[in-house]
Each structure stands twice: as C-alpha cells, then as structure tokens.
DNA sequence: TAGGCCATCTGGTCCT
DNA sequence: AGGACCAGATGGCCTA
C-alpha cells in the first residue's frame, strides 16, 4: 500500500467520530485477556485477571469459542473475517483521516514561519500547548496592566514573572512544561540569549516572539 | 545509509 | 455484534 504522495492525504470525512472534544482518555490499564498471546500485547500487564478483574475475558472467550451463533463452514467464517478485518481498516483509516485534519486545523491557526512551513505532529502538539500557554500569561499581563495603570513603571518588574521570580526567569519559565528534548521552548530560548520578543528588560511583547521558540 | 516521520494494517480491549 | 480507540509492526519516503 502506497503512502500518500503528498504526505497530506486527502481527507474524506464521514463525520462518523464528530464530537466537540474527544471523550477523555480513560488512562486506567486496560486488561489485556490471559488469552491469546499476542506479540503486539504489552498493554496492562492484568494480574488481577486471574482474580476475574479483566471484565471483557471470559465474555471474549465466550464469543470465540462460537456463542450461539449457528456453526459456519470455515470458508465462511474465513470470509467474515476478512470482510470485517476489511472494514475495520477502513474505519480506522477514516479515523486517522480526521484525526489529520483536526490536526491540520490546528496547523491552521498556529502562526509559522515560514508560512507553509509545516510542523510535524507532535511540534504541532507541543506549539500548540506552548502557544496557548504563552497567550494565557499575554493576556494575564494585559489583564494586570490594565488595573494597575497608574504606576506603569512597576510592570514589567512585577509581572515579568507571573509565580514571583525576577524578570530574567521569565524567559526560563516560558513554558509550564518543560518538554523533552530540544524542542523544550525553555531550552531553545536560553540557547538563544537574544531571542525575539524578549525586551531587555524581560518583558514579552506578543507577537514578536518566533514560531519556534513556542516549540 | 541511518534516522525521522508518516500511513496503513492488525489484533486487543472497551463501550454501546 | 459492531464500532471506537489504542498501540505495535511494517514499509515507504525524505533528508542530513
């Protein structure tokens, strides 16, 4: 199966996942059945399975040894298989599809530069979170400039850190999480002393702060 | 050529 | 039963 040339498939959505947000993400270990050893199995080792904590097990066992279904010759059954293993390809394909193109409009909406530049997923993922914390402390400074207006002066003193540093750990404290790696916006401003948007005086000034150093 | 990124397939699990 | 979600495996493409 080729990859799509462009890299940017054509994305054709059914609408089938529409949801405003993705349900959260259950993060408790799923039970992997003591079943069918699996080479791709490394999920949830369930050591309470053997103590009946696994809920889908023996109702998985139940629907493979054949339930009450009527026996199927095994040309049948192989041919189900296939035609179900077929469309559940094409459902996940779908879903990978719109995840790309939420993805895509996120790509969107974040400022590049260059223009079409195109970020990869995952600095898609981290510039986004950056980006949208870096807005945040924006317009908490907007917020603490315009009601404290009349001593103008002690702003960038007093904000320059919004949790209480001096106005040079702003810079440091660019992100809430530091992430891994050089794509860590804390790291690829302090190898950059004199990044934009960072005045001498460690004030921010939106806008003016390059794409990359978001991620 | 190695490594990164990506699309796709696949089987397992959970949920409706 | 079937769909959604997830993560591992695989192979292709691209770039340093």
Redesign the pocket.
């Known amino acids: 199966?080729?990859?799509?040339?462009s890299?940017?498939?054509t994305v054709q959505v059914t609408g089938?996942?529409e949801?405003p947000f993705?349900?959260a993400?259950?993060d408790e270990v799923?039970?992997?059945?003591s079943?069918?050893p699996?080479?791709?199995?490394?999920?949830?080792n369930?050591a309470e399975a053997e103590g009946g904590g696994?809920?889908?097990?023996s109702r998985?066992l139940r629907?493979r040894r054949g339930?009450?279904?009527r026996p199927k010759s095994e040309l049948a059954l192989s041919k189900q298989r296939r035609s179900?293993?077929?469309?559940?390809?094409?459902?996940?394909?779908n879903?990978?599809?719109n995840l790309?193109s939420a993805l895509d409009a996120l790509r969107g909406v974040l400022p590049t530069f260059p223009d079409d530049a195109k970020l990869?997923?995952?600095?898609t993922l981290r510039f986004a979170h950056n980006y949208i914390w870096a807005l945040t402390q924006t317009l908490r400074i907007a917020d603490h400039s315009f009601y404290a207006l009349e001593s103008p002066a002690s702003h960038c003193g007093d904000l320059g850190s919004p949790e209480g540093g001096s106005p040079g750990d702003w810079v440091s404290l660019y992100s809430p999480v530091s992430q891994a790696g050089s794509l860590s916006p804390a790291a690829s401003l302090e190898e950059r002393p004199g990044v934009q948007g960072a005045t001498s005086s460690g004030c921010l000034l939106p806008g003016t702060v390059g794409f990359s150093d978001f991620l």
């Open positions: 199966m080729a990859p799509h040339p890299g940017s498939p089938e996942t949801r993705p349900k993400l259950d799923t039970c992997a059945t079943a069918p699996s080479p791709t199995l490394k999920r949830g369930c696994c809920r889908g097990a998985k629907a339930g009450r279904s179900r293993r077929k469309k559940a390809n094409d459902r996940e394909r879903r990978m599809h790309n990869t997923k995952i600095e």
